[in-house]
């Protein structure tokens, strides 16, 4: 029987990415503390080169359900630490591949609270992803994607000018707060260790407020004073957030890639307000 | 040659809803003044007797097709009436049938402002739908989705209560204020004629504020005020919308079906604040 | 300090559902022979009288947070039950309310296999639901949704026709073949006990084949094989469930309700085609 | 007043992208013989120096209605001329930037037939995006989603080989096929015209067939027919597009870039089989 495809091609294109997308399993991570079952949706890719017609799709697959498997004994401890071996592995059932690549995305829930004894269980995004090249370098990414609130500084300013209020008046003015989604990754070699949690914190720090799924009165207007205390536009939170960065991750190399993203879903308009920076360790520090 | 959907069964079931979905075709409907393209995305279904194997479903597109065309030379003045006419062709079409139904959805756009000269092309989305029986009624819905703004009076009232803001100054307070989504659905039967943009503007005056694309910074804050003014729950809005139909449509039978829904992408959480009514204008009255 | 929530209104409207949407949140349940981790998307509701201005928004999620940790002491066995607990709660801490209810959705996986050794976690999503009258009735829902494939028995005889095969040779033609998505739904009092494994059972049986996500090329071929053997149109896939519902279930009383949806993202249309039979058990013995 | 967004920062970063999205607008723009009024969303963003605390977002909104509106009286003829406009205006209102983008995305109608005098009108997306840098270049990118069928060429040698079919046999078998996205994407200097349609035109012609929104039964058997003469992987898809844009746009200089993508939403599988190559004019002349 003819194996289609591993037919040999004239004069064809080799692809950038050729493998499968939105497979979803199970996998339990060893987080801090405690053992994690994550949904994971994954895309996995691979190479091909220009007189190969086609890639062996069910590769994937089997290589995903195995290191699931295998990663359950072994305790794997980060989803881009599973991304390593996924990746790695790929390249070596994927014999025609120069490099491979896997991206995974995750919901994630951590106990959060206001200092007052109540907590709840507050909900979170995993990105993470790895690439890794034949005979060359691995390298994996950590992301977070944290839900929390911005205070308009702008419209404060605008309604405080507007009422008369004196400038010793330092008293937060009414703005229009919103939902804000801020994403976080840093691309790193495999050999590093960086924590998910601690990028979470960061970016809990520099919105206007972290916000909670349980808030008894009190501290929903402590939330509320708290948010308008802190205003923030899109561009500050994302420079803030970056200068954390450079403080809690300082020992990190120049070349490590880092993106940060925040999104305000607009409490006064229909559309959303958008900044993004997409730079490296070095080029912060410059 | 044997015709598979017309082969008949023995002792099975009829079928509640048999069709397509997910049609996506541009329908120009004739607007208050000004004719509109509306890139509409229906759903055509009906019903399926026990006896007979399979629906034509080719005939829902061809219907489609036909009176979309159509719509166009005759100057149908809404998508409720484009469906109207959907649902009786579907009934000839398909003589099997006792009853069919259309749903309709689509982006639609308003110019809105502030009244200071300034305004900006808002955008809503029109659900319109249509049910005829076979030697019965034809009946149609009218409802809008519309994108505003609420600000919390509970948080505003705890605010105070924690400042310590004596209950003589009026002022409006700080509070979490966010992006809503609010659908009103009115069922009329066919004779009746409703206008889609009257219940935009009903949602509109019942929000806290309604929101704009484009503001200068003084909009801003009086939109911001007016918010603050008009502190709403998704339960006031609701209430309020259900008030404002009582008096606009007071001349609806009470058979007429209502349903109001308000859903708020709450600042402080991650989840939504919901409140809903599905009632009948004698019920309202009642 | 004034509780907004419970102001008294006059003369305003009751409200059908007011609660909270799109909660997520990770849930242990004991499923035949293991434990089970979903992440688990709710909405909960509760009515407002028309005299309270605002729901207790926080008790919900208080509800929700003590229910879920009660659950994984108690060893809740399904989503349903867990829904039923939480009605029964939010009843309680909702003194006004007359009536709850809670929709829930979740990822699901079970293993399968061909039968030849080869196994993969096959993906599935579940939906159950609770309400609860005070004073009255506790019910719940159990449903499935299952991605399988359909191929087209009317395609396949045209194709025949066109090639002038003779009607004895009976080996299946080429068609269009394509994904689907079925969906059941139970609806039965809060004593009796079905197991959503039956239900996924039942679709997978009735479609042209289910699916898997690790295939060698001679399983491909045999799911290909398998697929044209068992031609369905949608129509027919919701009536074979129905069937097996009968069959299966024959136990459950005539008043318990049941709905079946299936449909075709259809390969040979950019629509898609559509079946579904909402009734009850005694409806379907008639 | 102070000015929020003027405010001079020290030491602070500058950023890659601020601005907003997902702003959806009507656009009338002069196709081949006709006028569209196409329904898009809009991402407009310009990068923001260091020391400057925020970008003017407003301005980004009173530049897209503004072109708009000259859009219509002037004629624009594709939305990826439009979105030079945008970029060129966005940099003169935002003197602060230097560079500014547009992303547009929009559902898009051609009328379509099998050569038999039924046509019906099919649905793609279109795609397009401006970049402009201050002093430097304007560059536009033209891109379509095309929805089509592909069938597997692997699974239909398997059952040929597992049914014992004779190489001298060259009658299509059956295999699993289904509903397939694929798009494609150059970007090129602003003075070059390229045209959507024969992007599309180039994607249905390497699908294994086009879908049609309206098939009568000799049409679909005849589509069905089609599709498994020619079946196609996702690779296949992919490299087959590129060949064509080779062809077609023979013209074009080494640094236009171009991307294609192709996902078959796979009938025997719960995932999804993609394939991309992202690469430029020269690199595929090589």
């Not at 609130?149 to 404060?156: E, G, I, L, N, V």
């Not at 994403?183 to 914190?201: K, N, W, Y």
């Amino acid at each position: 029987m003819s194996d289609v495809q591993n037919q040999l091609l004239k004069g064809s294109f080799k692809l950038t990415r050729v493998g499968v997308r939105d497979v979803k399993k199970p996998v339990v991570v060893r987080r801090p503390g405690r053992d994690v079952t994550l949904i994971v949706t994954f895309d996995l890719f691979v190479d091909l080169p220009a007189q190969l017609k086609g890639s062996h799709m069910s590769r994937n697959l089997e290589v995903l359900s195995r290191i699931i498997d295998d990663a359950v004994r072994e305790q794997v401890s980060s989803l881009e630490d599973l991304g390593v071996l996924i990746c790695q592995e790929l390249l070596s059932r994927h014999e025609y591949a120069t490099c491979s690549e896997v991206l995974m995305s995750s919901d994630y829930f951590l106990e959060r609270g206001m200092g007052n004894g109540t907590t709840s269980l507050e909900r979170y995004i995993l990105k993470a992803s790895a690439t890794s090249v034949r005979g060359g370098a691995t390298k994996k990414s950590i992301g977070v994607e944290v839900t929390g609130m911005t205070a308009c500084p702008c419209a404060m300013e605008e309604v405080r000018s507007l009422r008369g209020v004196s400038p010793e008046d330092t008293s937060a003015s009414i703005t229009h707060n919103q939902r804000n989604i801020t994403s976080v990754r840093l691309e790193v070699p495999m050999e590093l260790q960086l924590e998910a949690d601690t990028l979470i914190e960061i970016v809990e720090k520099c919105l206007s407020s972290p916000t909670y799924e349980i808030l008894k009165r009190a501290d929903e207007a402590r939330v509320v004073m708290n948010a308008h205390a802190n205003p923030k536009f899109v561009e500050d939170v994302v420079r803030d957030v970056l200068s954390e960065i450079l403080i809690k991750f300082r020992d990190l190399p120049d070349d490590v890639k880092v993106s940060v993203k925040s999104e305000s879903y607009e409490s006064i308009h229909k559309h959303n307000a958008y900044a993004e920076r997409d730079t490296t360790m070095g080029e912060l520090r410059a």
